[in-house]
């Protein structure tokens, strides 16, 4: 069973980066697309931002463009999501997830996913 592991959340102050890592395990990695995902308190998870198996192309939602940066490295079975300029409108727990096909910004789309890491942001 392919097993996703998030790391790196915590409090942070605005204007704060932080740095989220996603490990799997017992998965072909490389052959992923991975993809991060948010949920923040009473609202519906969502799209954050994806890339494909070799880095070649990279999708970010339109609140995070600019701010985040998300990278893999296929050596280590790790997914990373920097997020520079943190604001409170970020704050949620945030989801790794993985597909056997091409990027997409779809939940439905993924196959496997992980069990989030909280990141809270204040003012």
């Known amino acids: 069973q392919v097993q996703l592991v998030e790391a790196g959340g915590g409090l942070v102050q605005t204007g704060d980066s932080l740095t989220l890592s996603c490990e799997v395990f017992?998965?072909?990695?490389?052959?992923?697309?991975m993809a991060w995902f948010r949920q923040a308190p009473g609202k519906e998870r969502e799209f954050v931002s994806t890339i494909s198996w070799d880095s070649g192309l990279k999708i970010y939602a339109d609140s995070v463009k600019g701010r985040f940066t998300i990278s893999r490295e296929n050596g280590a079975n790790v997914v990373r999501l920097q997020m520079d300029s943190l604001n409170v409108e970020d704050t949620a727990v945030y989801y790794c997830a993985a597909r056997r096909a091409g990027p997409s910004r779809y939940q439905r789309d993924y196959d496997y996913w992980g069990q989030g890491t909280q990141v809270t942001v204040s003012s």
């Open positions: 017992r998965g072909t990695f490389s052959m992923y697309t």
